[in-house]
T-cell receptor, first 112, second 116 residues
């Protein structure tokens, strides 16, 4: 079973709008990571938030983490067509070489 | 180093044939991971190495799959007697063990395998 589950599975917005996606996970974590994947390509690490952090920003990205609810959200502000991609949350298993367990992803389409 | 390199980018093979993929990680990274991803799904863990030691293999990795990382540098993933269900994107990632905190991976572009 997947550790992280993203919601929604798909999202379609107009350029300039904000995109919000959520991730829920099951076990305790040291950190949670978000990755982006363009069609047919590898994943790109976007941002890492530690378990003792509640919010983190990187450019147009804002990530929140609520460990009591075992959930995280990724907000992309002022979206651009180039933000069209799949976004995955992932959590590392410290006891197993920090192998990441990924959710099923949110497919975001930003229409120009 | 410009990142993690995977070769080939695409591979089409007939059912029953053997295939081998190569991954060149970022040189100073001591951990190397293999993942498999099918269409519309998130990546699934297959195996990982710390230096040359293979420390964990997923139950997804049947006896037909074998991975090596000689000398702790590049890695190969071999699939013997391929089946149509092996069709997927095979992703390699590397990371540097630094201690608690940053564990972001650097992924390669993947090898897309199609078994016909």
């Amino acid at each position: 079973s997947q550790q992280g589950e993203e919601d929604p599975q798909a999202l379609s917005i107009q350029e300039g709008e904000n995109a919000t996606m959520n991730c829920s996970y099951k076990t305790s974590i040291n950190n949670l990571q978000w990755y982006r994947q363009n069609s047919g390509r590898g994943l790109v690490h976007l941002i890492l938030i530690r378990s003792n952090e509640r919010e983190k920003h990187s450019g147009r990205l804002r990530v929140t983490l609520d460990t009591s609810k075992k959930s995280s959200s990724l907000l992309i502000t002022a979206s651009r067509a180039a933000d069209t991609a799949s976004y995955f949350c992932a959590t590392p298993d410290k006891a197993a070489g920090n192998k990441l367990t990924f959710g099923g992803g949110t497919r975001v389409l930003v229409k120009p | 180093d410009t990142g993690v390199s995977q070769d080939p980018r695409h591979k089409i093979t007939k059912r029953g044939q053997n295939v081998t993929f190569r991954c060149d990680p970022i040189s100073e990274h001591n951990r190397l991971y293999w993942y498999r991803q099918t269409l519309g799904q998130g990546p699934e863990f297959l195996t990982y190495f710390q230096n040359e030691a293979q420390l964990e293999k997923s139950r997804l990795l049947s006896d037909r799959f074998s991975a090596e990382r000689p000398k702790g540098s590049f890695s190969t993933l071999e699939i013997q007697r391929t089946e149509q269900g092996d069709s997927a994107m095979y992703l390699c990632a590397s990371s540097l063990l630094r201690g608690p905190g940053d564990y972001g991976y650097t992924f390669g572009s993947g090898t897309r395998l199609t078994v016909v």
